[in-house]
């Protein structure tokens, strides 16, 4: 793998991972995918949020069509934004050589 594409170790990636491990037990817990409980939660926003996520195969897309059959009470939507609420993910988005991309 192109080290531009490697995955960014150490102590952020373990912080995100921990994000990522409480925002699937919600998903879990709901009886929904992580997927499903993403977009539930866009949806649940507001009316002119519109998520338009990308789908790798038609299973993807049944999937995320999925979430409009996840309903999200408001303790369920305040659960989620105290796991991770903006600016909890930790570390760059992308590795250096892809950051240099971006905004160009």
Not at 48 to 54: K, S
Not at 83 to 100: D, F, H, N, T
Request: glycine share 8%; aromatic share 4%; hydrophobic share 45%.
């Amino acid at each position: 793998m192109a080290a531009w594409l490697a995955p960014l170790p150490g102590r952020d990636f373990g912080k995100n991972l921990a994000l990522v491990d409480q925002v699937n037990a919600l998903a879990r817990n709901k009886g929904c995918t992580p997927s499903q409980l993403a977009l539930a939660w866009l949806l649940a926003r507001a009316k002119d949020i519109v998520p338009i996520p990308g789908t790798s195969s038609t299973a993807r897309l049944e999937e995320n069509a999925g979430a409009v059959n996840v309903h999200l009470s408001p303790a369920e939507l305040e659960a989620i934004e105290g796991i991770a609420p903006k600016g909890a993910a930790c570390g760059q988005r992308y590795a250096p050589g892809m950051m240099e991309m971006v905004n160009r």
